[in-house]
């Protein structure tokens, strides 16, 4: 894990450092080529310098965000925004975290995905990666 995003998980109370312990080892066990971060204050991952995963704290509880989640076909992940591609689901404990499905959300986020690296040179405009 990540020096930046262990302190920022320690930095949590026990329940929620749980769950952010959680997702960082599945998602650094799935993503093993990614490159993670303390991105915008919260944990990232990025492959090729695109953001792929990252978590976050928010009233409803954690936050976990897939920037091109949109497209994963993927009920469970509940769609954001209509001008972006993200999904995210919430997690309020521990078990309620799904290995399996996690593991299969981050074997799609690398297969498919959306180039938020460039979304500025391009005026806001995302292509599908390929």
Known sequence: ???????????????DQEICNTLANL?????????????HAHPVWFLNDNPIVGY???KAGWRLMFWSGASFDEEDLSVRGKKFKDASIFYTTPEQINPADLKRWLQKAQTIQWDYKNIVKRKGQLLRLK
């Open 56 to 58: 976050s704290k928010q």
């Open 1 to 15: 894990m990540h020096k930046d995003i262990q302190t920022y998980n320690q930095a949590q109370d026990s329940v």
């Open 27 to 39: 998602i650094d066990s799935e993503l093993p080529e990614s490159t993670s971060k303390i991105w």
